[in-house]
């Protein structure tokens, strides 16, 4: 049985991974049947590189996918174009599926963005600068 999942390669605490096909008896980091794409989650927004057809070749031939293979072709938007072509979709329809969710994946990446800023922006309203905070060192003395 074939599966689709992490190959762990880079360095230490520097993990960057290769998307391959592999036989389930084999290890993790060791033999596999062929590199179909790369991960790197260190940097942001994270890098993922997959050869979509390479991916649907095995798919088609019975790999299953792991749970966190699974969830990247998601993030990429090849899962739900795997569905479609398991279900027969006609091409068109199948494009204009497509577009529909890389617009729906727009609008949530927009929303993320100003739901982060205003939480930015309470943050540093909501912040009590220093020097109101504590009174002087010479101002206390003062007072005693």
């Known amino acids: 049985m074939v599966k689709i999942r992490l ?8 993990p960057i991974y290769r998307i391959v096909a592999s036989d389930v008896r084999s290890p993790r980091d060791g033999r596999y049947i062929e590199a179909v794409g ?3 989650p260190n940097v942001h927004p994270i890098v993922l590189k997959v050869k979509e057809e390479r991916v649907f070749h095995w798919l088609r031939k019975g790999a299953q ?8 072709l998601r993030r990429q938007g090849l899962w739900l174009r795997w569905t479609l072509m398991r279900r027969g979709m006609d091409e068109a329809k199948t494009q204009t599926i497509m577009e529909r969710w890389q ?7 927009k929303r993320e963005a100003d739901r ?6 309470k943050k540093k309203k ?18 005693s």
């Open 7 to 14: 190959r762990r390669t880079g360095k230490k605490k520097y």
């Open 38 to 40: 790369q991960y790197d």
């Open 65 to 72: 996918p792991t749970d966190t293979v699974r969830s990247l």
């Open 103 to 109: 617009m729906e994946q727009a609008e949530r990446a």
């Open 116 to 121: 982060k800023a205003r939480r930015a922006a």
């Open 126 to 143: 909501t912040a009590v600068p220093a020097a109101e905070a504590a009174p002087a060192p010479e101002a206390a003395a003062a007072v």
